[in-house]
């Protein structure tokens, strides 16, 4: 197993501090990846992202193109800052590449809207396709958009020593919000602060939507009802999450420093022993736990909630796909093909230390019990793409976020975050029609929990 964390920084937190990012932050805007030797006479330009947060992902690019021999494959690293943007302005100037690394849900589709992108059904292997997980989330018009690149698997964790400290079993999580509750209140007895993180920077409240919400769903195109006026926030089921975290507030259960902390050493706080419960990312798991010697147990977000998607594992998809410019487009399948094959799955192991997003992997190189148990579970069993890559971006911004950080604070009810999330879904409705259109479509593709 590799000694492998995934970088400290969201993906929306990229996108929000662009002028904070230094050339070397993200190894310059486009980082040219060396061509194959020997090649057919076609050629295929690669626009891609991941190193930043995957390291290891350059050297099995370089590793995979230098092996291909159908084609030479010119690959370029993007400066996170303009992953979408220089693809949207290349696409619609005609010079975009062949193949281009797409974020999931809202930061590709808006490309598929604007014709950018091409469907991969009856292009890329259908079984390929399948066996990527893309996820649900790059459907649109009953077609496929992205090839699964590889997995972010979402997760509650928490530390069995402090279970023990509190007379709690720690082979047995709390599966209910009932035994949740239980367990905190044994946390806080032992003296032991029971459950959060940190929500400075505000993504543990983005966190908190992607596994809560869904508790009260039938479908992601229930959440997508949400914003374009079809449900309403205000009606008590949809905003039952903000409920319940202020419940944890109210009874004393959140850390102290919560909203002083950040997301990423509010989650150092389990694996170091100083809190009991909290959400985590799949790819922290291997190095956080030799930092609690393996005392830490993974779980799903225990139940209170109704809805079809409620306790289903989470698990978010980076992806590649096909620009409607591609000169052939059969080639830049082939390629995508080629990064699925058994050869090439193995190798983005070895590289990274991660897994790649395949139904097919050998799970065997995974020594690791709980890793390889969390991957069992949250990639090959059923799981559900997160919730939050549905959000218009005003409606994440001005809603999702405040809302769990003035929760923690003390500053707002459940009830109230309600309110304001049904203000400003209706705000972004009024300014966007042509877009409340485009969603109204997705949310029937988003309509399968799967």
């Known amino acids: 197993m590799h000694d492998f964390t995934l970088k400290d920084i969201s993906r929306r937190g990229f996108l929000k501090t662009t002028a904070g990012l230094g050339a070397?932050?993200?190894?310059?805007?486009?980082?040219?990846?060396?061509?194959?030797?020997?090649?057919?006479?076609?050629?295929?330009?690669?626009?891609?992202?991941?190193?930043?947060?995957?390291?290891?992902?350059?050297?099995?690019?370089?590793s995979s193109i230098a092996g291909y021999k159908e084609a030479t494959v010119k690959a370029m690293l993007q400066d996170t800052a303009v992953v979408i943007s220089q693809f949207q302005t290349a696409a619609a100037a005609g010079n975009a590449p062949d193949i281009q690394y797409l974020w999931n849900g809202i930061n590709h589709m808006e490309s598929v809207w604007f014709g950018y992108l091409r469907e991969l059904d009856g292009l890329?292997?259908?079984?390929?396709?399948?066996a990527s997980n893309p996820t649900r989330l790059s459907h649109f018009g009953g077609h496929v958009y992205r090839v699964g690149w590889y997995p972010l698997p979402m997760l509650w964790v928490y530390n069995k020593k402090l279970f023990e400290q509190a007379k709690l079993d720690p082979n047995a999580p709390p599966a209910t919000w009932e035994a949740l509750l239980d367990a905190c209140e044994k946390l806080k007895s032992a003296g032991v602060e029971a459950i959060g993180g940190g929500i400075q920077d505000g993504y543990w409240s983005e966190w908190y939507i992607s596994h809560a919400l869904p508790q009260n769903l039938d479908s992601l195109g229930e959440a997508v009802e949400l914003f374009i006026g079809d449900k309403d926030f205000r009606d008590p089921k949809y905003h039952e999450h903000w409920v319940k975290l202020e419940e944890l507030k109210t009874r004393g259960f959140l850390n102290k420093d919560m909203s002083s902390l950040e997301l990423y050493p509010g989650i150092d706080l389990v694996a170091a022993g100083k809190l009991g419960i909290g959400q985590t990312i799949g790819t922290r798991l291997p190095a956080d736990l030799k930092t609690a010697d393996g005392q830490l147990g993974i779980m799903t977000m225990p139940l209170y909630g109704k809805g079809k998607l409620a306790g289903v594992p989470l698990l978010?998809?980076?992806?590649?796909?096909?620009?409607?410019?591609?000169?052939?487009?059969?080639?830049?399948?082939?390629?995508?093909?080629?990064?699925?094959?058994p050869e090439r799955l193995k190798a983005f192991w070895d590289a990274t230390g991660w897994i790649p997003s395949n139904k097919n992997f050998d799970t065997s190189v995974i020594k690791n019990d709980t890793v390889r148990a969390m991957w069992e579970k949250w990639g090959l069993g059923q799981n559900i793409s997160n919730v939050t890559n549905v959000m218009p971006g005003q409606f994440y911004e001005r809603a999702a976020i405040p809302t769990g950080q003035q929760i923690v604070q003390g500053s707002m009810t459940g009830e109230q975050a309600g309110e304001l999330a049904a203000q400003t879904a209706k705000e972004w409705r009024d300014f966007n029609p042509d877009l409340v259109e485009k969603y109204r479509k997705w949310a029937v593709d988003l309509s399968s929990p799967t």
């Open 124 to 130: 890329v292997n259908a079984d390929v396709v399948t």
């Open 316 to 341: 978010d998809v980076q992806g590649l796909g096909i620009s409607a410019n591609a000169k052939d487009p059969k080639a830049a399948a082939a390629f995508l093909e080629y990064l699925h094959s």
């Open 24 to 62: 070397g932050a993200a190894l310059g805007a486009m980082l040219p990846s060396a061509p194959a030797l020997a090649a057919a006479d076609k050629t295929l330009d690669m626009w891609w992202w991941g190193e930043q947060e995957l390291p290891g992902l350059q050297a099995f690019v370089n």
